[in-house]
């Protein structure tokens, strides 16, 4: 058994895109190294502890399935339990969820930011990676979804059209948040037609109108 294995092989490991297991190797969450030819090579036993630590982080959250098991929305929201009533008072509305998947903490701290300031009246959840993600959306079933791409765990894509294939997610309005340009986006073209891309350096002028617009629909 080889002690490495090609980005490829992480990927279908995983059940990533290659894309974002570069990104996990750039962010150092892998350790790789690259032949002559340029191609990278990804240390097995790098990738058996980020499994392992996926694996603890899912069995802390009773909803998201396992690392390397077949991952559904189906799964997720048939085990997801109803949203608790709020204890301040009997009837008292609920406020419009927002789900938020997304791994940097600057951009996390950002969209806390803008929705402190625009929309006070939403509560917004945060996801660090696509399984705990999509663990939260179908345990608080939110009105909102804004979902990076390129995210460990799950990719966006994958993510994204596990969600628009199940219906209990069919009233969930989606925003795709990115920091690709246009080519880079083209891999995921698939999972994006007819969702709103935002690009992440127009966050602040380009975020609060298309929540507006996505709830208003």
Do not use: C
Not at 2 to 26: C, I, K, N
Not at 143 to 150: A, E, Q, S, W
Request: charged share 20%; aromatic share 4%.
């Amino acid at each position: 058994m080889s002690d490495h294995y090609s980005t490829l092989e992480v990927a279908r490991l995983l059940g990533m895109a290659v894309r974002s297991v570069q990104m996990m190797v750039d962010r150092g969450e892998l350790e790789a190294w690259k032949t002559p030819g340029g191609h990278r090579r990804i240390l097995r036993a790098s990738v058996e502890r980020w499994r392992a630590s996926r694996q603890g982080s899912a069995l802390r959250e009773p909803s998201a399935p396992g690392v390397g098991s077949p991952v559904s929305a189906a799964a997720v929201a048939t085990d997801a339990p109803a949203p608790t009533p709020p204890a301040d008072g009997a009837g008292a509305p609920e406020r419009p969820r927002v789900l938020l998947i997304e791994d940097s903490k600057h951009f996390q701290n950002l969209v806390t930011l803008l929705f402190r300031q625009h929309f006070p009246d939403l509560e917004l959840h945060v996801a660090d990676d696509g399984i705990a993600g999509l663990a939260m959306a179908g345990r608080f079933q939110p009105r909102l979804l804004l979902v990076d791409i390129l995210l460990p765990g799950i990719d966006g894509a994958t993510l994204i059209t596990s969600l628009r294939s199940h219906p209990q997610f069919a009233g969930t309005r989606l925003i795709v948040v990115t920091s690709l340009d246009d080519a880079g986006l083209q891999p995921y073209a698939f999972a994006l037609e007819g969702l709103p891309v935002l690009h992440k350096s127009r966050l602040v002028a380009g975020l609060p109108p298309l929540v507006r617009e996505s709830l208003a629909r």
